[in-house]
């Protein structure tokens, strides 16, 4: 979601496949291991038989998706010199499913440098910690703050820090549990969290000079120290989910204590002279605002911090003493390993690899980090205005739509039900306070949800949130950007800047993309209204839904912007990536399948099945060697970026076309080589958006992807697993089954539904609602007639021929 750009020079980048083909089996191991799973801490209850290290908790490891790929071949010409290759941009820190809070580590120093696009503060690579955070912040957690560090000896004052290299075989994540030893320093910082506090433990050396450093970043705030064991403060300008207002508790009596801030003045630099460090002293506001208290340690000596936010000094305070009365940090953190055994258990796999395995369930792990619990129902939290008020359901921060709603929200709904309709009323109450209903980048997308969420059978109130979705598609003055011209004449133009735009130009109104998300939001709202019984809303946008077809080109078979007179703009290279002229984040191949709604109607602009899926063959075959350097399009599998969002749903259009085998195995081989194929075992393609590439891999691994989230369609695939359960929050179970399934078994010869025939490469939630399961016999030859009869094709907005 994102993000920068840069014209780079060409140079030969060898991201074709190695085989020459896109269509081997690609789940092959490469022999590469995972941290162990960390067991409960020292003193924690004593676990269930499900710890044996093949649990889910047990192998679900965070660090997955903190690192960068490092295979040329799926990394591309990304990145630009300079700049590091993006991670999946995850957080290894310790927090609930959907927590507020996370105690995270933080060891990319975003005050002085923006390496990443966004405000990322975890790179696996980086050798050095900066410190730790224990509240929330949106996005990537790079808003979290204040910023805490154990250090022993000399400090200095941020943005500089005292920063502690650390050893990569000493780090160790679980769910609910994150912990570094900082060499620098020899001492060992261990974080866990609650729903609303984060428990921090640091175990020293012996040092008459052990001291813990908090402070705000460089917009500050006010800082006080409160007797001998309390720091709090409030931020100035705080992105935090959980409030303004902080507190935090030491175990341990201070020794001393004092402030510390940036020297007013309009001064950029920093060294002796620039920095206000007051000895002593109790209270502090301004710039990096911030506290140092110190402690005498004997070797060994643990020093405890608890933390918690909210929207006053009383609220946090009332945090604490309910979520963490007492010093157990063992206790708390057996609890967040309790609740994320609950949910993960909810999913339970057999066959596979270990290393499959594993990553299902870190991805699964991740797919929970959107959106943020901001309030339990009865709590005081503010508003999108600001305003403080009682939340009368458990109030949930913003779904980031044009990421996870293509296809978290789904999973979200498979599991969590009741989670989602908190979700729905969430932003149905953002909608209210703001005018309209929250979106996201160049699409709108929040339709994806409701509907979502109503063909899948969950209660809500669908005809109040219309109201809303219905003004973000039809009021110029909302959120749908160049709307009116849209409406006007059926799709939205570009400006051709002064200078050649390829190499890629990051100006502009992205008016092809623009185009085709509006297009798909239409036919979502024009089945919602049907739903609804309003006849004239749904013509009006079925026939909008149509207009995607208004920015393709037949003459070269290309998505291709237009001037604001109509002219296809030139020169027009789809090899290209784009950031805001004419595509967004993708080049004209990306772009070209963004039909998601309409997979039928796209097939017969192309030309019908034999040149569609000639085109598609082309897409995942031809090699990526672009001018222009796309920072996140990494997990190349020929001109295919599985590491942003616009043709992620491309894999699975095969079934569509009449030749499934290919989805089956073009599926495994992006699973097996843009997941974990690094050195470190944790590498992702491009950036996880907040659980979005994340779920791309659970879902699919299970055998299944959501093309279309707003719709009740799954879309078969290759399931990676012997056996899958999962089970769906109404009290029913979806069982998966893969007979003779192995690395090179990838295709299916033949499938049942609860006993029957299946001859479908696709099924609906009715099909599942009750409980169901899926037994496929896979083998190592594609069957060629399995699903690929025309009237086996899955549903489209436009009929078949």
């Not at 990537?140 to 941020?158: C, T």
Request: hydrophobic share 35%.
């Amino acid at each position: 979601m994102m993000k920068r750009w840069n014209a780079g020079s060409r140079r030969s980048n060898g991201a074709h496949l190695r085989n020459g083909s896109a269509f081997v089996s690609a789940a092959v191991g490469i022999g590469l291991s995972f941290s162990s799973p960390l067991a409960l801490a020292q003193g924690a209850p004593a676990a269930a038989p499900r710890d044996t290290g093949q649990s889910p908790v047990a192998l679900a490891d965070p660090l997955v998706g903190t690192a960068p790929l490092d295979d040329p071949d799926v990394i591309g010409n990304a990145p630009p010199p300079g700049e590091p290759v993006y991670s999946g941009q995850t957080s290894p820190g310790a927090r609930l499913p959907h927590g507020s809070v996370a105690a995270s580590p933080v060891n990319n120093n975003i005050e002085l440098s923006y390496p990443n696009g966004v405000p990322v503060p975890y790179y696996y690579t980086n050798p050095t910690m900066i410190g730790f955070t224990g509240g929330g912040g949106p996005t990537y957690g790079g808003n979290a703050e204040p910023i805490i560090m154990p250090v022993v000896g000399d400090w200095s004052p941020p943005p500089a820090y005292s920063q502690s290299w650390y050893d990569k075989a000493r780090e160790k994540a679980s769910p609910g549990y994150y912990s570094v030893y900082l060499n620098t320093f020899d001492t060992k910082a261990e974080m866990t969290a609650t729903r609303w506090a984060s428990v921090m433990r640091f175990t020293f050396p012996e040092s008459e000079r052990s001291h813990v450093i908090i402070n705000f970043p460089r917009h500050g705030g006010e800082i006080e120290v409160v007797g001998d064991r309390t720091v709090r403060g409030k931020s100035k300008d705080s992105h935090s989910t959980d409030g303004a207002y902080f507190v935090a508790e030491f175990s341990k009596p201070f020794t001393g204590l004092g402030t510390f801030r940036k020297a007013p003045g309009d001064n950029q630099g920093w060294g002796i002279g620039v920095s206000d460090v007051d000895p002593g002293a109790r209270t502090m506001s301004g710039s990096y605002a911030g506290s140092y208290v110190d402690f005498s340690t004997q070797a060994g000596e643990q020093v405890l911090m608890k933390m918690a936010h909210g929207t006053s000094y009383e609220q946090a305070e009332q945090r604490l003493r309910d979520e963490v009365p007492g010093w157990d940090f063992d206790r708390v953190h057996a609890a967040a390993r309790g609740e994320w055994a609950n949910l993960l258990d909810r999913v339970r796999v057999s066959g596979g690899t270990e290393k499959q395995r594993k990553l299902f369930y870190s991805t699964l792990f991740q797919s929970f980090a959107s959106p943020r619990l901001i309030a339990a129902k009865g709590e005081k939290f503010a508003d999108t205005n600001g305003k403080v008020k009682v939340a009368e359901h458990d109030r949930y921060g913003p779904v980031p739509f044009w990421d996870t709603g293509r296809n978290q929200i789904v999973l979200l709904e498979l599991m969590e039900p009741k989670v989602v309709q908190n979700i729905m009323a969430s932003e149905l109450d953002m909608a209210r306070e703001k005018g309209f209903m929250n979106t996201s980048f160049h699409g709108d997308n929040a339709v994806f949800l409701y509907l979502g969420a109503w063909e899948r059978g969950i209660p809500f109130d669908y005809e109040a949130a219309y109201e809303y979705l219905r003004k973000n598609a039809t009021d110029p003055k909302g959120p749908r950007g160049y709307l009116a011209e849209y409406m006007k004449q059926g799709w939205i133009s570009d400006i051709v800047p002064d200078h050649n735009p390829s190499p890629p130009y990051a100006g502009g109104k992205a008016g092809v993309a623009t185009t085709l998300e509006y297009a798909w939001d239409d036919y979502a709202l024009a089945q919602y209204a049907k739903k609804l019984g309003k006849t004239d809303d749904y013509g009006m946008f079925l026939k909008r839904a149509h207009n995607y077809a208004n920015v393709f080109d037949k003459s070269i078979g290309f998505m291709r912007g237009r001037t604001g007179n109509g002219a296809w703009i030139s020169p027009f290279d789809p090899e290209e990536p784009y950031y805001n002229f004419m595509m967004k984040e993708a080049s004209g191949w990306s772009t070209l399948w963004l039909v998601p709604h309409d997979v039928q109607g796209l097939i017969d602009l192309i030309g019908g099945r034999e040149a569609f899926n000639a085109k598609l063959d082309t897409f995942f075959t031809k090699p990526y060697d672009p001018t222009g350097i796309c920072r996140d399009c990494t997990g190349l599998i020929g001109q295919y970026v599985q590491g942003n969002q616009p043709d992620q749903q491309a894999p699975y259009y095969y079934n569509w076309s009449g030749q499934p085998w290919k989805t089956q195995a073009l599926v495994r081989k992006i699973l097996d080589r843009t997941y974990g194929s690094d050195a470190a075992g944790y590498g992702y393609p491009g950036m996880d958006d907040q659980g979005a590439t994340s779920s791309w891999y659970a879902l699919s691994a299970m055998g299944f992807y959501p093309v279309d989230p707003s719709s009740q369609t799954y879309i078969i695939g290759s399931p990676v697993f012997d056996d899958v359960n999962l089970d769906m929050g109404n009290g029913k179970t979806l069982r998966i089954v893969a007979k003779n399934n192995s690395s090179e078994n990838v295709y299916i010869q033949s499938a049942t539904l609860d006993g029957k025939p299946w001859n479908k490469p696709w099924f609906s939630h009715d099909d599942i609602k009750d409980g169901a399961t899926f037994v496929f016999t896979m083998g190592p030859q594609p069957n060629r007639k399995w699903g690929a009869a025309p009237d086996a094709a899955p549903p489209s907005m436009s009929s078949r021929p």
